[in-house]
Protein backbone atom coordinates (compact mmCIF):
# COMPACT_ATOMS: atom_id res chain seq x y z
CA UNK A 1 0.00 0.00 0.00
CA UNK A 2 1.37 3.29 -0.62
CA UNK A 3 0.74 5.06 2.78
CA UNK A 4 -0.21 2.35 4.70
CA UNK A 5 -1.84 2.23 7.48
CA UNK A 6 -1.06 4.70 10.56
CA UNK A 7 0.02 3.76 13.99
CA UNK A 8 -2.68 3.91 16.50
CA UNK A 9 -3.12 6.16 19.66
CA UNK A 10 -6.56 5.58 21.53
CA UNK A 11 -8.28 8.11 24.03
CA UNK A 12 -12.28 8.45 24.85
CA UNK A 13 -14.09 11.40 26.71
CA UNK A 14 -14.91 10.93 30.02
CA UNK A 15 -18.46 11.66 29.01
CA UNK A 16 -18.80 8.56 26.88
CA UNK A 17 -21.22 5.92 27.64
CA UNK A 18 -19.98 2.92 26.42
CA UNK A 19 -22.61 -0.32 26.86
CA UNK A 20 -21.72 -3.38 28.09
CA UNK A 21 -20.84 -6.35 25.62
CA UNK A 22 -21.42 -9.80 25.66
CA UNK A 23 -20.81 -12.40 23.25
CA UNK A 24 -23.63 -12.83 20.77
CA UNK A 25 -24.26 -14.75 17.63
CA UNK A 26 -24.46 -13.30 14.70
CA UNK A 27 -27.61 -12.17 13.47
CA UNK A 28 -29.49 -13.52 10.80
CA UNK A 29 -30.50 -11.35 7.65
CA UNK A 30 -33.73 -11.16 8.78
CA UNK A 31 -31.71 -9.50 12.31
CA UNK A 32 -29.42 -6.74 11.13
CA UNK A 33 -28.73 -3.75 13.42
CA UNK A 34 -28.10 -0.53 11.69
CA UNK A 35 -25.35 0.01 13.61
CA UNK A 36 -22.28 -2.27 13.18
CA UNK A 37 -21.14 -4.27 15.65
CA UNK A 38 -17.46 -4.40 14.54
CA UNK A 39 -15.68 -2.11 12.10
CA UNK A 40 -12.62 -2.58 10.71
CA UNK A 41 -10.55 0.26 9.10
CA UNK A 42 -7.91 0.56 6.90
CA UNK A 43 -6.14 3.64 8.26
CA UNK A 44 -4.13 4.62 4.79
CA UNK A 45 -2.66 7.89 3.63
CA UNK A 46 -0.20 8.86 6.63
CA UNK A 47 2.24 9.85 4.04
CA UNK A 48 0.84 10.76 0.68
CA UNK A 49 -1.31 13.24 3.52
CA UNK A 50 2.58 14.21 4.62
CA UNK A 51 4.15 14.45 1.21
CA UNK A 52 1.57 17.03 -0.29
CA UNK A 53 2.70 19.31 2.60
CA UNK A 54 5.88 18.85 2.36
CA UNK A 55 6.72 17.29 5.41
CA UNK A 56 8.00 14.38 6.57
CA UNK A 57 6.14 10.59 6.11
CA UNK A 58 6.54 10.23 10.14
CA UNK A 59 4.48 13.82 10.59
CA UNK A 60 1.55 11.82 9.00
CA UNK A 61 1.49 9.19 11.54
CA UNK A 62 1.72 11.64 14.17
CA UNK A 63 -1.46 13.30 12.65
CA UNK A 64 -3.17 9.94 12.29
CA UNK A 65 -2.78 9.46 15.78
CA UNK A 66 -5.15 12.41 16.40
CA UNK A 67 -7.57 10.96 13.96
CA UNK A 68 -7.32 7.14 15.78
CA UNK A 69 -8.26 9.58 18.80
CA UNK A 70 -11.99 11.13 17.24
CA UNK A 71 -12.65 7.88 15.49
CA UNK A 72 -12.16 5.71 18.61
CA UNK A 73 -14.76 8.45 20.44
CA UNK A 74 -17.20 8.35 17.80
CA UNK A 75 -17.16 4.70 17.92
CA UNK A 76 -17.51 4.27 21.24
CA UNK A 77 -20.38 6.77 21.09
CA UNK A 78 -22.23 4.71 18.00
CA UNK A 79 -22.14 1.89 20.25
CA UNK A 80 -20.05 -0.33 18.40
CA UNK A 81 -18.78 -3.31 20.48
CA UNK A 82 -15.46 -3.97 18.19
CA UNK A 83 -12.98 -1.38 16.28
CA UNK A 84 -10.28 -2.87 14.46
CA UNK A 85 -7.49 -0.90 13.13
CA UNK A 86 -4.75 -1.56 10.71
CA UNK A 87 -2.28 -0.51 12.49
CA UNK A 88 0.87 -2.13 10.61
CA UNK A 89 1.43 -4.67 8.17
CA UNK A 90 3.91 -7.05 7.66
CA UNK A 91 4.70 -5.64 4.52
CA UNK A 92 5.29 -2.68 6.04
CA UNK A 93 8.66 -4.13 7.95
CA UNK A 94 10.01 -3.47 4.66
CA UNK A 95 9.75 0.07 4.15
CA UNK A 96 13.13 2.38 4.76
CA UNK A 97 14.25 0.95 8.57
CA UNK A 98 14.02 5.29 9.70
CA UNK A 99 10.31 5.02 9.28
CA UNK A 100 9.75 1.53 11.03
CA UNK A 101 12.22 2.70 13.86
CA UNK A 102 9.59 5.90 13.95
CA UNK A 103 6.28 3.92 14.41
CA UNK A 104 7.44 1.58 16.66
CA UNK A 105 8.28 4.35 18.55
CA UNK A 106 5.09 6.25 17.89
CA UNK A 107 3.67 2.82 19.32
CA UNK A 108 5.62 2.97 22.34
CA UNK A 109 4.48 6.36 23.12
CA UNK A 110 0.68 6.38 21.99
CA UNK A 111 0.47 3.13 24.53
CA UNK A 112 2.08 4.77 27.34
CA UNK A 113 0.48 8.03 27.33
CA UNK A 114 -3.02 6.33 26.77
CA UNK A 115 -3.55 3.66 28.72
CA UNK A 116 -4.56 5.58 32.01
CA UNK A 117 -7.36 6.75 29.43
CA UNK A 118 -8.32 3.70 28.08
CA UNK A 119 -8.72 2.40 31.48
CA UNK A 120 -10.96 5.15 32.91
CA UNK A 121 -13.25 4.75 29.86
CA UNK A 122 -14.02 1.33 29.94
CA UNK A 123 -11.87 0.03 26.53
CA UNK A 124 -10.14 -2.62 26.51
CA UNK A 125 -7.27 -3.23 24.04
CA UNK A 126 -6.36 -6.32 22.16
CA UNK A 127 -3.48 -7.38 19.53
CA UNK A 128 -3.36 -9.36 17.00
CA UNK A 129 -0.33 -10.17 14.25
CA UNK A 130 3.08 -11.60 13.95
CA UNK A 131 4.14 -10.05 17.80
CA UNK A 132 7.46 -12.28 17.01
CA UNK A 133 8.57 -9.71 14.89
CA UNK A 134 8.16 -6.69 16.87
CA UNK A 135 10.42 -5.03 19.47
CA UNK A 136 10.33 -6.51 22.77
CA UNK A 137 9.81 -3.25 24.55
CA UNK A 138 6.77 -2.45 22.40
CA UNK A 139 5.34 -5.78 23.18
CA UNK A 140 6.12 -5.64 26.71
CA UNK A 141 4.38 -2.47 26.40
CA UNK A 142 1.27 -3.70 24.70
CA UNK A 143 0.71 -6.28 27.55
CA UNK A 144 1.29 -4.11 30.19
CA UNK A 145 -1.70 -2.37 28.28
CA UNK A 146 -3.67 -5.58 27.73
CA UNK A 147 -3.31 -6.38 30.99
CA UNK A 148 -4.18 -3.43 32.69
CA UNK A 149 -7.79 -3.13 30.28
CA UNK A 150 -8.73 -6.92 30.57
CA UNK A 151 -11.56 -5.94 33.22
CA UNK A 152 -12.88 -3.27 30.98
CA UNK A 153 -16.17 -4.36 29.40
CA UNK A 154 -16.99 -1.39 26.85
CA UNK A 155 -15.96 -0.80 23.12
CA UNK A 156 -12.47 -3.48 22.29
CA UNK A 157 -10.25 -1.30 20.66
CA UNK A 158 -8.04 -4.00 18.22
CA UNK A 159 -4.52 -3.38 16.55
CA UNK A 160 -3.35 -5.33 13.72
CA UNK A 161 0.34 -4.65 14.29
CA UNK A 162 2.87 -6.79 12.30
CA UNK A 163 -0.31 -8.30 10.63
CA UNK A 164 -1.32 -9.77 7.19
CA UNK A 165 -4.36 -12.18 6.75
CA UNK A 166 -2.02 -14.76 4.52
CA UNK A 167 0.44 -14.66 7.52
CA UNK A 168 -2.99 -15.63 10.07
CA UNK A 169 -4.08 -18.22 7.78
CA UNK A 170 -0.79 -20.40 7.01
CA UNK A 171 -0.47 -20.09 10.78
CA UNK A 172 -4.08 -21.80 10.74
CA UNK A 173 -3.25 -24.13 8.42
CA UNK A 174 0.08 -25.37 10.12
CA UNK A 175 -2.03 -25.68 13.30
CA UNK A 176 -4.50 -27.77 11.73
CA UNK A 177 -1.81 -29.80 9.95
CA UNK A 178 0.01 -30.48 13.36
CA UNK A 179 -3.49 -31.93 14.67
CA UNK A 180 -3.95 -34.24 12.17
CA UNK A 181 -0.47 -35.33 12.15
CA UNK A 182 -0.68 -36.25 15.50
CA UNK A 183 -3.67 -38.36 15.32
CA UNK A 184 -5.96 -35.80 17.08
CA UNK A 185 -8.07 -34.41 13.97
CA UNK A 186 -9.89 -36.11 11.16
CA UNK A 187 -8.79 -34.12 7.89
CA UNK A 188 -11.80 -35.27 5.86
CA UNK A 189 -13.54 -33.59 8.86
CA UNK A 190 -12.10 -29.86 8.96
CA UNK A 191 -15.00 -27.28 8.28
CA UNK A 192 -14.48 -23.25 8.33
CA UNK A 193 -15.65 -22.81 11.48
CA UNK A 194 -12.37 -25.41 13.04
CA UNK A 195 -10.16 -22.63 10.65
CA UNK A 196 -12.12 -19.78 11.95
CA UNK A 197 -11.18 -20.77 15.52
CA UNK A 198 -8.09 -21.09 15.05
CA UNK A 199 -7.48 -17.49 13.42
CA UNK A 200 -6.24 -14.36 15.78
CA UNK A 201 -9.75 -13.06 15.60
CA UNK A 202 -11.15 -16.14 16.95
CA UNK A 203 -12.78 -14.49 20.24
CA UNK A 204 -14.77 -11.83 18.05
CA UNK A 205 -17.07 -11.58 15.46
CA UNK A 206 -16.34 -11.08 12.12
CA UNK A 207 -16.49 -7.48 10.48
CA UNK A 208 -19.69 -6.46 9.37
CA UNK A 209 -17.85 -2.81 7.67
CA UNK A 210 -14.74 -2.68 6.55
CA UNK A 211 -13.73 1.05 6.21
CA UNK A 212 -10.53 1.87 3.43
CA UNK A 213 -9.16 5.68 3.69
CA UNK A 214 -7.29 6.61 0.90
CA UNK A 215 -8.87 5.70 -2.30
CA UNK A 216 -7.25 2.67 -2.47
CA UNK A 217 -9.74 -0.07 -4.01
CA UNK A 218 -8.12 -3.28 -2.59
CA UNK A 219 -7.76 -4.92 1.24
CA UNK A 220 -4.02 -4.72 0.98
CA UNK A 221 -4.17 -8.56 3.42
CA UNK A 222 -6.32 -7.07 5.88
CA UNK A 223 -8.82 -9.62 7.51
CA UNK A 224 -9.42 -11.58 4.15
CA UNK A 225 -11.27 -14.58 5.63
CA UNK A 226 -13.17 -12.90 8.16
CA UNK A 227 -14.61 -10.05 5.94
CA UNK A 228 -15.59 -12.50 3.23
CA UNK A 229 -19.10 -10.70 4.09
CA UNK A 230 -18.27 -7.81 5.67
CA UNK A 231 -19.78 -4.42 3.55
CA UNK A 232 -16.99 -2.48 2.20
CA UNK A 233 -16.43 1.25 2.11
CA UNK A 234 -13.78 3.30 0.26
CA UNK A 235 -13.46 7.07 0.76
CA UNK A 236 -10.28 9.36 -0.91
CA UNK A 237 -10.32 11.40 2.27
CA UNK A 238 -6.75 10.31 3.59
CA UNK A 239 -6.53 9.20 7.28
CA UNK A 240 -4.86 12.18 8.87
CA UNK A 241 -8.12 14.22 7.42
CA UNK A 242 -10.76 11.50 7.54
CA UNK A 243 -13.05 13.04 10.47
CA UNK A 244 -16.24 11.99 12.92
CA UNK A 245 -18.88 12.91 10.11
CA UNK A 246 -17.09 11.13 7.48
CA UNK A 247 -17.15 7.99 10.25
CA UNK A 248 -20.65 9.18 10.80
CA UNK A 249 -20.99 8.89 6.93
CA UNK A 250 -19.55 5.38 6.39
CA UNK A 251 -21.83 3.76 9.07
CA UNK A 252 -24.64 5.89 7.72
CA UNK A 253 -24.05 4.33 4.23
CA UNK A 254 -23.86 1.06 6.08
CA UNK A 255 -27.11 1.33 7.54
CA UNK A 256 -28.89 1.46 4.05
CA UNK A 257 -27.08 -1.44 2.50
CA UNK A 258 -28.76 -4.53 2.07
CA UNK A 259 -27.02 -7.90 3.60
CA UNK A 260 -28.39 -10.78 2.19
CA UNK A 261 -25.37 -13.51 2.28
CA UNK A 262 -26.68 -15.13 -0.76
CA UNK A 263 -30.17 -14.93 -0.60
CA UNK A 264 -32.41 -13.30 -2.44
CA UNK A 265 -34.25 -9.45 -0.78
CA UNK A 266 -37.35 -11.47 -0.86
CA UNK A 267 -35.83 -14.17 1.52
CA UNK A 268 -34.28 -11.85 3.53
CA UNK A 269 -37.48 -9.71 4.06
CA UNK A 270 -39.29 -12.40 4.56
CA UNK A 271 -41.77 -11.63 1.49
CA UNK A 272 -42.42 -14.69 -0.61
CA UNK A 273 -40.18 -14.87 -3.21
CA UNK A 274 -40.58 -14.59 -7.39
CA UNK A 275 -40.06 -18.00 -8.33
CA UNK A 276 -39.25 -16.88 -11.83
CA UNK A 277 -36.56 -14.71 -10.28
CA UNK A 278 -32.67 -15.74 -10.71
CA UNK A 279 -31.19 -16.00 -7.33
CA UNK A 280 -28.24 -13.62 -6.67
CA UNK A 281 -26.13 -13.00 -3.73
Known amino acids: MSSGPGVWCATVKTNLLTPAMTQQ ?10 TPRHVAIIMDGNGRWATMRGLDRSAGHVEGVNTVRRITEAASRAGIDYLTLYTFSTENWNRPAEEVEALMHLIVLAIERETPDLIRNNVRLEVIGDRSRVPADVNERLDACRRATASCTGLTLVLAISYSSRWEITEAARALAREAAAGTLDPG ?19 DLV ?49 RYGLTSAQVSGATPDPSSPLLP
Open 25 to 34: TPSSPKQQAR
Open 189 to 207: SITPDDIARRLTTAAMPDP
Open 211 to 259: IRTGGDMRLSNFLLWQAAYAELYVTPTFWPDFSESDFAAALDHYGHRER
